[in-house]
């Protein structure tokens, strides 16, 4: 295994999964020297994904991961007691797909380090120095300016600066069955919810998401029982078939709604599932790891290049992690909320009061709030910039359609007629004649109600 030191290393990123090899391709495109520790995901497992992630993917330059994403395959869900076949979803072999993304990252100029992180010591000075344990060899210690914790949920917690929701636990077991067609799907039950998934080489994956919080688990020595007894309960999801025979033990995992209180310090950041992880039912656990890593590396480069700049850039990354985990939980709230038929159930009641009362979504018609100066990704850096602030969008918009938008919402009369004189030439001006660069400015503006 390769040494690193401060005198060739100034970032290590901890967490080979797609949200650390995203930044540590993105800190490698602004000419840093970055070390990534990982370590192979112990079992066997897959995950869906949408359209949307893959382009996640695509923009944060991991595209020998992009390529071991299947064809999307149906997605059925049996929810309220009522079935629905009209979505898909890409089926992702986890342990394929992330060597693929540590690939991407070696690539880019990554110096791979297989091992663990254990201990992180700041008392050394300018730099921090890190404890790594390597598969089946003498801890190493590894020096450097900034690290990336991207482990996960097996990065250790915050205690009470956390945001957590109800306590869930997801069990997970692979499976072998007959050779079929792909597909998933997703289906309540009365102590939670199940999603499964069939690969057209017979495996099958089963995920059962329960309460943690009333002991209603039996021992390690009855869950795989237990387990059958409640995968003999679900209603049967046609054309998916299930559940074959178990390949391995029943696997627990924590997977309890969690807002992570210290994201980003002067010589540290969190990212991904070690920043905020949301619920599984969303199924955006990937994209939403990406949202905070492509984030990450101008965050990063504006804490060690621009000092002046630096409470900005963390309270940046602070409330973009904060806004995002709360989106999801809403939206999460939301679904478990279309569940009617158990209503006394601890699992459900809990589930459909969490994280508030504030909707997921804005107002049918959302409005401009006004032009304000808020913290915006500019190039290599976080800075602060005029933005339009709407009523869904309360972190600001810079750019719409590649245009800036402050610029054309300043000092608009009052009077409808001469707001749109004036609105018409400041587009013309924007836009130079590109006539799809303006169709989408003025759909934004006519969103807005501003034209």
Not at 51 to 65: D, H, V
Not at 145 to 149: A, G, Q
């Given at each position: 295994m390769t040494t690193k030191s401060a005198s060739s290393t100034d970032i290590i990123v901890a967490g080979g999964g797609p949200a650390g090899c995203t930044v540590a391709?993105?800190?490698?495109?602004?000419?840093?020297?970055?070390?990534?520790?990982?370590?192979?995901?112990?079992?066997?497992?897959?995950?869906?994904?949408?359209?949307?992630?893959?382009?996640?993917?695509?923009?944060?330059?991991?595209?020998?991961?992009?390529?071991?994403?299947?064809?999307a395959s149906p997605r059925r869900a049996h929810w309220n007691g009522?079935?629905?076949t009209a979505n898909t979803e890409h089926l992702v072999p986890r342990q394929a797909f992330d060597a693929?993304?540590?690939?991407?990252?070696?690539?880019?100029?990554?110096?791979?380090?297989?091992?663990?992180l254990r201990q992180v010591d700041?008392?050394?000075?300018?730099?921090?120095?890190?404890?790594?344990?390597?598969?089946?060899?003498?801890?190493?210690?590894l020096r450097c300016?900034?690290?990336?914790?991207a482990r996960g949920r097996a990065s250790a917690g915050t205690g009470d600066q956390q945001l957590r929701g109800p306590e869930t636990v997801s069990l997970l077991q692979l499976r072998r069955g007959s050779p079929g067609a792909t597909g998933s799907g997703v289906t309540s039950f009365a102590d939670g919810w199940a999603w499964l998934a069939a690969t057209a080489d017979g495996l099958r994956f089963i995920q059962l998401t329960v309460t943690a919080?009333?002991?209603?688990?039996?021992?390690?020595?009855?869950?795989?029982?237990?387990?059958?007894?409640?995968?003999?309960?679900?209603?049967?999801?046609?054309?998916?078939?299930?559940?074959?025979?178990?390949?391995?033990?029943?696997?627990?995992?924590?997977?309890?709604?969690?807002?992570?209180?210290?994201?980003?310090?002067?010589?540290?950041?969190r990212t991904g599932d070690a920043a905020m992880a949301v619920d599984p039912l969303s199924g955006n656990g990937i994209f939403q790891s990406l949202s905070s890593a492509l984030i990450a590396p101008a965050v990063i480069n504006t804490l060690l290049q621009y000092p002046q700049e630096r409470a900005l850039a963390a309270q940046f990354y602070r409330d973009r992690v904060r806004h995002t985990f709360l989106r999801f939980a809403r939206m999460g709230r939301d679904f478990y909320r279309m569940e009617t038929r158990w209503p006394a159930a601890q699992f459900w009641l809990q589930r459909q009061a969490w994280p508030d009362q504030e909707p997921s979504h804005a107002d049918t018609a959302p409005t401009l709030l006004g032009v304000?100066?808020?913290?915006?990704?500019?190039?290599?850096?976080?800075?602060?910039?005029?933005?339009?602030?709407?009523?869904?969008?309360?972190?600001?918009?810079?750019?719409?359609?590649?245009?800036?938008?402050?610029?054309?919402?300043?000092?608009?009369?009052?009077?409808?007629e001469q707001r749109r004189r004036l609105l018409a030439s400041r587009l013309a001006a924007a836009c130079g004649g590109d006539l799809t660069k303006q169709a989408t400015l003025e759909a934004w503006l006519r969103r807005y109600r501003v034209l």
């Open positions: 391709i993105g800190l490698r495109k602004l000419g840093y020297r970055v070390a990534l520790v990982h370590a192979p995901r112990p079992w066997q497992t897959c995950e869906g994904i949408s359209a949307r992630t893959c382009e996640g993917l695509r923009n944060a330059g991991l595209l020998r991961a992009l390529a071991v994403v299947p064809a009522e079935s629905n693929a993304a540590l690939a991407d990252a070696a690539a880019a100029g990554v110096e791979l380090l297989p091992g663990r700041d008392s050394t000075g300018a730099d921090l120095c890190l404890h790594i344990e390597p598969p089946g060899g003498t801890a190493t210690t300016r900034f690290l990336v914790d919080a009333d002991n209603r688990l039996p021992k390690r020595g009855e869950l795989n029982r237990w387990f059958d007894h409640s995968l003999a309960q679900l209603p049967p999801l046609p054309g998916l078939e299930l559940p074959g025979e178990p390949l391995g033990n029943v696997i627990a995992r924590g997977s309890t709604s969690i807002l992570q209180g210290e994201l980003v310090t002067s010589h540290t950041l304000e100066s808020r913290p915006v990704v500019a190039g290599d850096r976080i800075c602060a910039r005029d933005v339009a602030v709407t009523s869904d969008q309360p972190l600001g918009v810079w750019h719409a359609g590649g245009v800036e938008l402050a610029p054309l919402l300043r000092d608009l009369p009052d009077i409808p």
